[in-house]
């Protein structure tokens, strides 16, 4: 009942009911990254705040960027403009978001005695996102289904045990060979703390929720089921009010195993082959991709011709459009623009 009474109010319900296999009279589109620097008035509010996460703890302001893909790009959902970071953060590890390089923490996990010191995040622990998520319902007024988001335990495990981005992510990885055991146990922390964290997002509003799982390529297809797997089962299982989507960055050996949880929609990355990628997913879950971001580097008529291909490949039922990654922020916005257009003016 809830489901149907949450779909019945949004004037437009397009993204929602393809999450949930329905059929839908064209194909929705959204872009992860779509609130970010590819946009001028979000670097004009970004230049207002002072830093990133200045601007992320902020409700009124991650409110605004929130709302602006949806008023200036005309997609089809929000997503809720905040971090992956949040969760090691409220968990007791502080990191700073260095400008051109990426998150820095300022302390690392080690051992045993750092994993035992951190807490299990509650809901209050972030009420600056859950805060912003209630802005940004009102705010909608019912225009479009809201998205909230976590990182997948994996990923959070490697920047916590890393403290940076990395190529290979090797001490994430050395973790995982030479303590196993309480590398679980650091998984299951996260694993709990993103659960309550998801939980709390669902009870302010959100309509759909994504897992990103960005270092999900990084694992071998038998680590990947040991240290990554599990753990998003349990968080698809946890939370059955909402759609989630499991996008796996990198993780074409995962696609069939993915297709076993308990979630609607599996997100796609560039290098996933669509006919493939759905033979191997079954007919049942939504996909959403999984276009190149480059693409948009394109002229306007290369954009238009490969996206029409791309969703002739989706063959227009069961498809969210979305890039394969987020958009890179020299990406000009009329291109972006151009996506979006092609995408809903296309026939099924």
């Given at each position: 009942m809830?489901?149907q009474?949450?779909t019945?109010?949004l004037?437009?319900?397009?993204l929602?009911?393809?999450?949930?296999?329905?059929?839908?009279?064209?194909v929705?589109?959204?872009?992860?990254r779509q609130?970010?620097?590819?946009?001028?008035?979000?670097?004009?509010v970004r230049?207002?705040?002072?830093?990133?996460k200045d601007?992320?703890?902020?409700?009124e302001f991650?409110?605004?960027v929130?709302?602006?893909?949806?008023?200036?790009?005309?997609?089809?959902?929000?997503?809720?403009f905040?971090?992956?970071l949040?969760?090691?953060?409220?968990?007791?590890l502080n990191?700073?978001?260095?400008?051109s390089?990426?998150?820095?923490?300022?302390?690392?996990?080690?051992?045993?005695?750092d994993?035992e010191?951190?807490?299990?995040t509650?809901?209050?622990?972030?009420?600056?996102v859950?805060?912003?998520?209630?802005?940004?319902?009102?705010?909608?007024?019912?225009?479009v289904p809201?998205?909230g988001?976590?990182?997948?335990?994996?990923?959070?495990?490697?920047?916590m045990?890393?403290?940076?981005?990395?190529?290979?992510?090797?001490?994430?990885?050395?973790?995982?060979?030479?303590?196993?055991e309480?590398?679980?146990?650091?998984?299951?922390?996260?694993t709990?703390?993103t659960?309550?964290y998801?939980q709390?997002?669902v009870?302010?509003?959100v309509?759909l929720?994504?897992?990103?799982?960005?270092?999900a390529?990084?694992?071998?297809?038998?680590?990947?089921?040991?240290?990554?797997?599990?753990?998003?089962?349990r968080?698809?299982?946890?939370i059955?009010?909402?759609?989630?989507t499991?996008?796996?960055?990198?993780?074409f050996?995962?696609?069939?195993?993915?297709?076993?949880?308990?979630?609607?929609?599996?997100?796609?990355?560039?290098?996933?082959?669509?006919?493939?990628?759905?033979?191997?997913?079954?007919?049942?879950?939504?996909?959403?991709?999984n276009?190149d971001p480059?693409?948009?580097?394109?002229?306007y008529?290369?954009?238009?011709?490969?996206?029409?291909?791309?969703?002739?490949?989706?063959?227009?039922?069961k498809?969210?459009a979305?890039l394969?990654h987020?958009?890179?922020?020299?990406?000009?916005?009329?291109?972006?623009r151009c996506?979006?257009?092609?995408?809903k003016e296309?026939?099924?």
């Amino acid at each position: 009942m809830n489901k149907q009474l949450i779909t019945a109010t949004l004037q437009n319900d397009i993204l929602l009911r393809a999450a949930r296999g329905e059929k839908t009279e064209r194909v929705p589109v959204w872009l992860m990254r779509q609130a970010g620097r590819v946009l001028p008035e979000y670097r004009a509010v970004r230049k207002q705040m002072g830093s990133f996460k200045d601007l992320l703890k902020t409700p009124e302001f991650a409110c605004e960027v929130t709302l602006q893909p949806v008023d200036i790009l005309g997609v089809d959902a929000a997503i809720i403009f905040s971090d992956i970071l949040v969760i090691p953060e409220a968990m007791g590890l502080n990191y700073e978001m260095i400008e051109s390089k990426g998150p820095l923490f300022e302390k690392t996990i080690k051992n045993k005695h750092d994993i035992e010191a951190l807490q299990i995040t509650q809901a209050n622990d972030l009420a600056y996102v859950i805060q912003a998520i209630k802005l940004t319902k009102r705010a909608l007024n019912n225009r479009v289904p809201l998205i909230g988001f976590a990182g997948a335990p994996w990923t959070i495990f490697a920047y916590m045990i890393e403290g940076s981005g990395s190529k290979t992510f090797a001490q994430a990885k050395k973790f995982l060979y030479t303590q196993p055991e309480w590398a679980h146990l650091l998984l299951d922390k996260i694993t709990q703390s993103t659960i309550h964290y998801l939980q709390a997002q669902v009870a302010a509003g959100v309509n759909l929720l994504q897992i990103f799982d960005s270092w999900a390529g990084i694992l071998s297809p038998q680590q990947y089921t040991s240290f990554s797997l599990p753990y998003l089962k349990r968080i698809c299982d946890a939370i059955p009010q909402v759609p989630i989507t499991l996008f796996a960055k990198g993780a074409f050996f995962a696609r069939q195993q993915l297709s076993e949880l308990n979630c609607a929609v599996i997100g796609l990355d560039w290098n996933m082959d669509i006919a493939e990628s759905r033979a191997m997913i079954g007919p049942d879950k939504t996909l959403q991709g999984n276009m190149d971001p480059c693409l948009l580097y394109a002229d306007y008529n290369t954009i238009k011709t490969e996206t029409i291909k791309m969703l002739q490949q989706f063959g227009g039922h069961k498809h969210i459009a979305n890039l394969g990654h987020g958009l890179y922020p020299d990406i000009e916005k009329d291109k972006v623009r151009c996506f979006i257009d092609t995408v809903k003016e296309y026939k099924i």
